[in-house]
T-cell receptor
Framework: QQQVKQSPQSLIVQKGGISIINCAYE??????FPWYQQFPGKGPALLIA?????SEKKEGRFTISFNKSAKQFSLHIMDSQPGDSATYFC??????????FGGGTRLMVKP | DAGVIQSPRHEVTEMGQEVTLRCKPI?????LFWYRQTMMRGLELLIY????????DSGMPEDRFSAKMPNASFSTLKIQPSEPRDSAVYFC????????????FGSGTRLTVV
């Protein structure tokens, strides 16, 4: 059973544009919703995260929007830059502190 | 802190051989996770430990896989015997429980079984 569905699988955005990646989950018991960024040859790195008691969190150019009733959350990258080109993973955490990851989105930002 | 340290970075082995992957978590972290990453299946959780005790190993694909954490600063993932379908990048990650802490991943071990 896929606990978190991520879309799109790949995304091409022009420099300066907005990148949007979406995730949907099923289990309402999840308590923490992080996004990870992974560059080739590296491990995923925590980018930004949100708790379910807030609807939005912003850190610099990165924003998480969270819709608890719809069981969806999304990552918005404003003013996308070529250096943002990477694979992005959403994740959900259960009470056992275990993260389940989405399938990943490969983002390419064209100069 | 040096972060989560994994070794080796790359491993090429022949089918049937034993492979041991190693991980040193961040000092003070009480959770350790082993993930496998492939193009087809993405990031899969294999097993995780809390305070050196295995909590959930339901993701371990077969009895050929085993993991240990003899102390708070060291863990191993062993595959015996290895098969070509085990080829993947294996990540170790650690975190501190009890709060909104993200995982810190190591750089991974790229395993190729020929």
């Amino acid at each position: 059973q896929q606990q978190v569905k991520q879309s799109p699988q790949s995304l091409i955005v022009q420099k300066g544009g907005i990148s949007i990646i979406n995730c949907a989950y099923e289990n309402t018991a999840f308590d923490y919703f992080p996004w990870y960024q992974q560059f080739p040859g590296k491990g995923p790195a925590l980018l930004i995260a949100i708790r379910p008691d807030v609807s939005e969190k912003k850190e610099g150019r990165f924003t998480i929007s969270f819709n608890k009733s719809a069981k969806q959350f999304s990552l918005h990258i404003m003013d996308s830059q070529p250096g943002d080109s990477a694979t992005y993973f959403c994740a959900v955490r259960n009470a056992g502190n275990m993260l389940t990851f989405g399938g990943g989105t490969r983002l390419m930002v064209k100069p | 802190d040096a972060g989560v340290i994994q070794s080796p970075r790359h491993e090429v082995t022949e089918m049937g051989q034993e492979v041991t992957l190693r991980c040193k978590p961040i000092s003070g972290h009480d959770y350790l996770f082993w993930y496998r990453q492939t193009m087809m299946r993405g990031l899969e959780l294999l097993i995780y430990f809390n305070n050196n005790v295995p909590i959930d190993d339901s993701g371990m694909p077969e009895d050929r896989f085993s993991a240990k954490m003899p102390n708070a600063s060291f863990s191993t993932l062993k595959i015996q015997p290895s098969e070509p379908r085990d080829s993947a990048v294996y990540f170790c990650a650690s975190t501190k429980g009890g709060g909104a802490y993200g995982y810190t991943f190591g750089s991974g071990t790229r395993l190729t079984v020929v």
